[in-house]
T-cell receptor
């Protein structure tokens, strides 16, 4: 069964610190992986998309990596800010099928 | 301009009623999706359409029927609503079609919060 897991479910970090969010998946035959953020009561905002042929993608203070052999992806946030507080979701496409979501990590940046 | 829009934003209704949720995207994408986010915040795909054609149909009750009048619209009609249908329903779209839409970034609407009493 193809599954995506995110641990921990919640994380609190002081403002200004760098942090890493984790995502693991059970099938190395991954097609791509996407990171989203979801603010309370809002929809999902796409942050980064990594194709299976790529090892990382960067956008501003965000860097996402993909390691298919270990079944892991990480989202690195540099110099965290209170505005980064949100739930972060990773989602993987296995083969050429549908997007399978993790359960998310709720991030709180403490001012 | 809103890229993916959904109406209504909130929907409160009684058990047994029939309701529809509308979705529109102005991105020119070929593929559209419906997702359900349950009370535990877990997101799961329900349907996917490419150019008005059904591509993905997960195991959802047949009380749920998607309809795509054109590739910019994907509506979700729900018959005989049940308490367990209470959730947030998200519409999304992506550029590529033919089932390969999942290769591309998906853009999500703001969600429709459905509460069945």
């Amino acid at each position: 069964k193809q599954e995506v897991t995110q641990i921990p479910a919640a994380l609190s970090v002081p403002e200004g610190e760098n942090l890493v969010l984790n995502c693991s998946f059970t099938d190395s035959a991954i097609y791509n992986l996407q990171w989203f953020r979801q603010d309370p009561g809002k929809g999902l905002t796409s942050l980064l998309l990594i194709q299976s042929s790529q090892r990382e993608q960067t956008s501003g203070r965000l860097n996402a990596s993909l390691d298919k052999s270990s079944g892991r992806s990480t989202l690195y946030i540099a110099a965290s800010q209170p505005g980064d507080s949100a739930t972060y979701l990773c989602a993987a496409v296995f083969g050429n099928e549908k997007l399978t979501f993790g359960t998310g990590t709720r991030l709180t940046i403490i001012p | 301009d809103t890229a993916v829009s959904q109406t209504p934003k909130y929907l409160v209704t009684q058990m047994g009623n029939d309701k529809s949720i509308k979705c529109e995207q102005n991105l020119g994408h070929d593929t559209m999706y419906w997702y359900k986010q349950d009370s535990k915040k877990f997101l799961k795909i329900m349907f996917s359409y490419n150019n008005k054609e059904l591509i993905i149909n997960e195991t959802v009750p047949n009380r749920f029927s998607p309809k795509s009048p054109d590739k910019a619209h994907l509506n979700l009609h729900i018959n005989s609503l049940e308490l367990g249908d209470s959730a947030v329903y998200f519409c999304a779209s992506s550029q590529r079609g033919g089932g390969t839409g999942t290769q591309e970034t998906q853009y999500f609407g703001p969600g429709t919060r459905l509460l069945v009493l």
